[in-house]
């Protein structure tokens, strides 16, 4: 059984925001929402598409951004997302697989680290003094 996702008429969510339709129909053809349509071509807004409307509409009344600005900052945003869940991803991969990678080297001259220790601890000393 299929969960059906709630969906908002433009003139529904226009009203919710205080904005006028073609303010909306702005920000669809400049690629900044895009909204799904009906099978009569009805633009139908779901939840994820009125959270985005919420970081454009702050974006420009708060901050005064740009639609240019906007589109950078919300590509930036997916790509930030995007990395962050490489990197838990990379992370889970380790914890899972750290008992593979065995005891660390207890002779710095055996470590494959790209500083050596002897030379990491005198940057240490050097920023503390």
């Known amino acids: 059984m299929r969960k059906?996702?709630?969906?908002?008429?433009?003139?529904?969510?226009?009203?919710?925001?205080?904005?006028?339709?073609?303010?909306?129909?702005?920000?669809?053809?400049?690629?900044l929402l895009k909204p799904s349509r009906s099978v009569g071509n009805t633009?139908?807004?779901?939840?994820?598409?009125?959270?985005?409307?919420?970081?454009?509409?702050?974006?420009?009344?708060?901050?005064?951004?740009?639609?240019?600005?906007?589109?950078?900052?919300?590509n930036m945003r997916e790509k930030m997302d995007a990395m962050q869940k490489e990197f838990e991803s990379f992370f889970n991969y380790l914890r899972a697989h750290a008992s593979e990678l065995g005891p660390p080297p207890t002779d710095?001259?055996?470590?494959?680290?790209?500083?050596?220790?002897?030379?990491l601890r005198s940057l240490r000393f050097r920023r503390e003094g």
Request: proline content about 4%; hydrophobic content about 40%.
């Open 43 to 74: 633009r139908l807004y779901e939840d994820t598409d009125l959270e985005r409307l919420e970081i454009i509409l702050s974006l420009t009344r708060d901050l005064g951004v740009n639609l240019a600005g906007v589109e950078i900052i919300l």
């Open 108 to 119: 710095p001259a055996e470590s494959d680290a790209l500083i050596p220790i002897s030379r």
């Open 4 to 31: 059906r996702t709630k969906t908002y008429t433009i003139s529904a969510v226009a009203e919710m925001y205080d904005i006028h339709p073609q303010t909306l129909r702005l920000y669809e053809r400049e690629g």
